[in-house]
């Protein structure tokens, strides 16, 4: 059970849309539309931001937006913002009962 | 609302076993979520460690899967995670959430939707 795959870094400047990608294989991201995406801010706990690919808990912003092709996945943050800064890392159900996350990816917002 | 509390000694020696245990409040134990335990290694990600539903049904990661036993108690509406044969390589702040899933002959994981604040973990080396 191999992590997940996601660029170390995305930056934009505010106002600007960011895409951060999450590549798996036909065993997880390929093969189920239960990809969720989290935000962590330093020495906090993750928040769910988007839950079976495309969807947004009560309470988060419209500006987070999940998609899927094959087997990647994204999350697409519009309208970057100051807050927006924080680590993000996608996660997948995978054959076997079992959760896989990705290698998570710092968003800098310059 | 969900809160979840985790608890256990800070500081281990090697070779010892570590023993978590994550308080719920807000809700029982036995409503039908599975309840887990994730780490995340100091400047590293996150790793899912296991999970359990409150029939004790459970999965785990398989790399982990020879060191860890989670259990739930029902009674005080808690979950625990015991990792043996501790090395420094577990040093982390540990994590539980909670997990929406289906059952049936496979169990399905959804996503972790609520957290607790974590609880960091010292291995020495």
């Known amino acids: 059970q191999s992590a997940l795959t996601q660029p170390a870094s995305v930056s934009g400047s505010p106002g600007q849309s960011i895409t951060i990608s999450c590549t798996g294989t036909?065993?997880?991201?390929?093969?189920?539309?239960?990809v969720s995406w989290y935000q962590q801010h330093p020495d906090k706990a993750p928040k769910l931001m988007i839950y079976?690919?495309?969807k947004r808990p009560s309470g988060v912003s419209n500006r987070f937006s999940g998609a899927k092709s094959g087997n990647t996945a994204s999350l697409t943050i519009s309208g970057l913002q100051t807050e927006d800064e924080a680590d993000y890392y996608c996660?997948?159900?995978?054959?076997?009962?079992?959760?896989?996350f990705g290698t998570g990816t710092k968003v800098t917002v310059l | 609302q969900v809160h979840l509390q985790e608890s256990g000694p800070g500081l281990l020696k090697p070779s010892e076993t570590l023993s978590l245990t994550c308080t719920v409040s807000?809700?029982?134990?036995?409503?039908?979520?599975?309840w887990g335990w994730i780490r995340q290694p100091p400047g590293k990600g996150l790793e899912w460690i296991g999970s359990?539903?409150?029939?004790?049904?459970?999965c785990y990661n398989p790399s982990l899967e020879s060191r860890i036993t989670i259990s739930v108690d029902t009674s005080r509406n808690q979950f625990s995670l015991q990792l043996r044969s501790v090395t420094a390589a577990d040093t982390a702040i540990y994590f539980c959430?909670?997990?929406?899933?289906?059952?049936?002959?496979?169990?399905?994981?959804?996503?972790?939707?609520?957290w607790g604040q974590g609880t960091p973990v010292t291995v020495p080396s």
């Open positions: 959430a909670r997990i929406p899933h289906t059952g049936g002959p496979v169990i399905t994981l959804y996503h972790l939707d609520y």
């Open positions: 807000g809700l029982s134990i036995s409503s039908g979520y599975h």
């Open positions: 359990i539903h409150y029939s004790e049904n459970t």
């Open positions: 036909s065993s997880d991201v390929g093969n189920y539309n239960l």
């Open positions: 079976e690919v495309n």
């Open positions: 996660c997948s159900y995978a054959t076997g009962s079992t959760l896989v």
